[in-house]
Structure formats: structure tokens, C-alpha cells
């Protein structure tokens, strides 16, 4: 359950980033290859977030797939299988390019409430 | 529409003294939300932290090997007779990873080697903070080995790197050989496989063919070793793989 481990890295890096702002979404990225569960980190995340600015956040979860490339005879494919095996010529030695990625992405901040800087002034007409 | 401030009505007019509008009056100042990007990677902190104890090793001449397998593989049983038979070598300690209790701890305390034990309570892994907590306390000499005996699970520890030398993953012939698929983030990510308890071979239905011919397919270019951590056999192959990786500094 290293899911709850990675939710509370997105929560403890989040609030580090933007202290006491009130975080509305947090968008992250858990590649396929990963070994990342998405619905876990979901599922995680609310508890982990509770007593946070981040409490009460939406969590958007990208899950790109993968990409290899094949050392033996060069091809480069999709990977969507964590055992990754060249679809040309069979071989395991794969060099994974990308999907393996656990990245946060950006975060939606509810904007205080700030005077205006401008002072406006216009005839009141009518 | 707020008259002092003119919310709600984003066409009219405003007028506002910079500093003096305090909105005492409750009404919602709803404005879109700000996206902020990060960019960051989720487990920045921890491999930040495992760069730190690879730094603390690197400086004190330290090998550290993380241990990790699934629970009864055999991981302290092989501690205890690497311990006693390296000690005369050079110094070695452990820190031992379990989820409670220090029975493992004192299993190699009684070898008389230098150890903690790190209890994760709900934790299913050791992480670089744990692990630089514990080696403050371990304070292992310069010029020695320390072992990290990782909580026993062949998932969640592969993803966390402590700050080690290398990663040595420990897999029983009482195990199915198929493992390596089942679990192959783990057998990725290791330098070495020691394959355990190859004494029980003639009584257990296990194929160490189709064993190498699984792991090939996740890691082709990891050493394997079988060995016996009862009976001894092979593990001098593994010492010798340790001696390696200390760069010739124990005399063989």
C-alpha cells in the first residue's frame, strides 16, 4: 500500500510549495509503468488531505502510457505491460523512455479576495 | 452589487481608495481559480533525502546494501551468516526494517554485530527518512558495509530509494518461480538476485530454469546466486560479489 505513502508526498509537497493557500485541485500524473495504482492514490488522498489546505481538493489523475525502445535491434514502441519485451525481436532488453513518471503536474488556487489596485472613476450617468 | 467595490456587477462602475476597503460587509468575492504549475516530481522529497545518505556513505567509505524480499524468503537467516562470516573482514552493521517487534534486531545482535531496528507501524516500506534516522543511531564506522533489511514485501519498497549502493533481492525455492512477473518492479530494479534456500530443491517443485527464464524477461542483466543461507553453499559467490562492490577494499 505504498499508495498512501505517494498521496501524502503530493499533499506534504503541495502545501510545501503553497503553504496556506486553498488548494481546489491538484493535478498529477501516475505513469502506467509506474507501479503506481491510480484509484489507491485516490483513494488515499482525501484522508491524507483532511486538516490540510489541501483538504477538500479535487484530485485529476493522467496516467500516460509508455514508451521503449529496444537495445537489441532499436525499435521503439508502446509499453503498456510493466514486463516489457520487444514486439520485434522478443528481447527484455528494453530501454523504458517514459511512463514511469510521478509528477505533479499544477494545482488550482482559490484567489483571495484582494482590493481592487485601480481606483476607477467614471460620471454616474442617469 | 457591492456599491463600495462594485462585485457582482463586473460592468459597473467602480471607484475604491487603495488600502481602505476592508469588505466588512459578508458577501462573496468569487473569482476564478488560480492555476499554479509545479512540475515537480511526487517523490522529490525522498530521493532528495536517499542523495543525502548516498553523499553520508560516499564520505565514510560506507557499501550500503538494501535487502529486500517477501516475508520468510530467508533475508535474516542470510544476514546472520554474512555477518559472522564477513566480521573478521571488516566491520559490518544492519538495520533491520520490520513493521513491528525487534525480533530480528536482536537475531543479529546476537551475532554481536552493531544493529537497530526501524518499526514502520502502519508503513510497509523503509524510506530515506527512516533510514537517515537510523543511521544516526547505528553510526557505522568509515570503511565498513551496512545492510539494510527492508520491510519483507515485494512491492512498495522497490519504489523508494534509501540512498544505497546497490539493491539485492532475495527469492526462496519454496516461492513460485514465476515470481519475477508477478513482482516485476522489484526484480527490476535489482543488481542481484540471490536465490535462497537451494537445499530444499530436492524436495520443493521448483524449476530454476523456468526461475532465470522469468527474471531474464524483467531484469537480463541483474547477477543471480543461488545459495543456501543454512547449509552455506554458494554464499561464497556472494561475498565475493560483496567484495567486489567494496572495490577490493576486504582482503579476500
Given at each position: 500500500?505504498?499508495?498512501?505513502?505517494?498521496?501524502?508526498?503530493?499533499?506534504?509537497?503541495?502545501?510545501?510549495?503553497?503553504?496556506?493557500?486553498?488548494?481546489?485541485?491538484?493535478?498529477?500524473?501516475?505513469?502506467?509503468?509506474?507501479?503506481?495504482?491510480?484509484?489507491?492514490?485516490?483513494?488515499?488522498?482525501?484522508?491524507?488531505?483532511?486538516?490540510?489546505?489541501?483538504?477538500?481538493?479535487?484530485?485529476?489523475?493522467?496516467?500516460?502510457?509508455?514508451?521503449?525502445?529496444?537495445?537489441?535491434?532499436?525499435?521503439?514502441?508502446?509499453?503498456?505491460?510493466?514486463?516489457?519485451?520487444?514486439?520485434?525481436?522478443?528481447?527484455?532488453?528494453?530501454?523504458?523512455?517514459?511512463?514511469?513518471?510521478?509528477?505533479?503536474?499544477?494545482?488550482?488556487?482559490?484567489?483571495?479576495?484582494?482590493?481592487?489596485?485601480?481606483?476607477a472613476?467614471r460620471?454616474e450617468?442617469? | 452589487?457591492?456599491?463600495?467595490?462594485g462585485?457582482?456587477?463586473?460592468?459597473g462602475v467602480r471607484v475604491?481608495?487603495?488600502?481602505?476597503?476592508?469588505?466588512?460587509?459578508?458577501?462573496?468575492?468569487?473569482?476564478?481559480?488560480?492555476?499554479?504549475?509545479?512540475?515537480?516530481?511526487?517523490?522529490?522529497?525522498?530521493?532528495?533525502?536517499?542523495?543525502?545518505?548516498?553523499?553520508?556513505?560516499?564520505?565514510?567509505?560506507?557499501?550500503?546494501?538494501?535487502?529486500?524480499?517477501?516475508?520468510?524468503?530467508?533475508?535474516?537467516?542470510?544476514?546472520?551468516?554474512?555477518?559472522?562470516?564477513?566480521?573478521?573482514?571488516?566491520?559490518?552493521?544492519?538495520?533491520?526494517?520490520?513493521?513491528?517487534?525487534?525480533?530480528?534486531?536482536?537475531?543479529?545482535?546476537?551475532?554481536?554485530?552493531?544493529?537497530?531496528?526501524?518499526?514502520?507501524?502502519?508503513?510497509?516500506?523503509?524510506?530515506?527518512?527512516?533510514?537517515?534516522?537510523?543511521?544516526?543511531?547505528?553510526?557505522?564506522?568509515?570503511?565498513?558495509?551496512?545492510?539494510?533489511?527492508?520491510?519483507?514485501?515485494?512491492?512498495?519498497?522497490?519504489?523508494?530509494?534509501?540512498?544505497?549502493?546497490?539493491?539485492?533481492?532475495?527469492?526462496?525455492?519454496?516461492?513460485?518461480?514465476?515470481?519475477?512477473?508477478?513482482?516485476?518492479?522489484?526484480?527490476?530494479?535489482?543488481?542481484?538476485?540471490?536465490?535462497?534456500?537451494?537445499?530444499?530443491?530436492?524436495?520443493?517443485?521448483?524449476?530454476?530454469?523456468?526461475?532465470?527464464?522469468?527474471?531474464?524477461?524483467?531484469?537480463?542483466?541483474?547477477?543471480?546466486?543461488?545459495?543456501?543461507?543454512?547449509?552455506?553453499?554458494?554464499?561464497?559467490?556472494?561475498?565475493?560479489?560483496?567484495?567486489?562492490?567494496?572495490?577490493?577494499?576486504?582482503?579476500?
Amino acid at each position: 500500500m505504498h499508495e498512501l505513502s505517494i498521496a501524502q508526498s503530493i499533499v506534504d509537497a503541495v502545501v510545501e510549495r503553497l503553504g496556506e493557500a486553498e488548494v481546489t485541485c491538484v493535478r498529477v500524473e501516475i505513469g502506467r509503468l509506474s507501479g503506481v495504482v491510480a484509484d489507491s492514490v485516490l483513494f488515499c488522498f482525501d484522508l491524507v488531505a483532511e486538516g490540510t489546505p489541501v483538504q477538500g481538493a479535487r484530485l485529476e489523475i493522467s496516467e500516460p502510457g509508455g514508451r521503449g525502445r529496444c537495445r537489441d535491434c532499436g525499435r521503439e514502441f508502446d509499453v503498456a505491460d510493466p514486463i516489457v519485451l520487444c514486439p520485434g525481436c522478443d528481447s527484455a532488453d528494453v530501454d523504458v523512455l517514459s511512463g514511469r513518471d510521478l509528477r505533479i503536474k499544477s494545482v488550482e488556487v482559490k484567489t483571495a479576495c484582494a482590493p481592487p489596485a485601480v481606483v476607477a472613476t467614471r460620471p454616474e450617468s442617469g | 452589487m457591492c456599491t463600495t467595490c462594485g462585485c457582482g456587477d463586473e460592468a459597473g462602475v467602480r471607484v475604491t481608495v487603495p488600502g481602505e476597503h476592508s469588505h466588512p460587509h459578508p458577501h462573496p468575492h468569487e473569482q476564478p481559480d488560480r492555476t499554479v504549475l509545479l512540475e515537480q516530481r511526487v517523490l522529490a522529497r525522498n530521493d532528495e533525502l536517499a542523495e543525502r545518505n548516498r553523499s553520508w556513505f560516499a564520505e565514510r567509505d560506507i557499501l550500503a546494501v538494501n535487502l529486500m524480499s517477501s516475508p520468510g524468503s530467508g533475508k535474516t537467516t542470510l544476514l546472520e551468516r554474512t555477518v559472522r562470516d564477513l566480521a573478521g573482514e571488516l566491520p559490518v552493521s544492519v538495520v533491520e526494517g520490520d513493521q513491528e517487534t525487534v525480533f530480528d534486531a536482536e537475531r543479529i545482535r546476537a551475532t554481536g554485530c552493531r544493529v537497530v531496528q526501524v518499526n514502520t507501524g502502519a508503513g510497509c516500506h523503509l524510506d530515506a527518512d527512516m533510514l537517515a534516522l537510523a543511521l544516526r543511531s547505528l553510526d557505522p564506522p568509515e570503511r565498513s558495509m551496512v545492510f539494510v533489511e527492508n520491510v519483507g514485501n515485494l512491492v512498495c519498497p522497490a519504489l523508494f530509494d534509501l540512498g544505497e549502493d546497490c539493491r539485492a533481492v532475495i527469492m526462496s525455492v519454496t516461492e513460485g518461480a514465476d515470481k519475477p512477473l508477478k513482482y516485476p518492479h522489484m526484480f527490476r530494479t535489482a543488481d542481484i538476485v540471490l536465490l535462497n534456500k537451494t537445499d530444499l530443491l530436492p524436495y520443493v517443485d521448483f524449476s530454476v530454469d523456468a526461475f532465470l527464464s522469468c527474471l531474464g524477461k524483467v531484469n537480463p542483466h541483474t547477477a543471480v546466486i543461488q545459495l543456501s543461507a543454512t547449509t552455506g553453499a554458494g554464499t561464497a559467490d556472494w561475498y565475493g560479489w560483496l567484495r567486489d562492490r567494496t572495490g577490493q577494499r576486504v582482503p579476500g
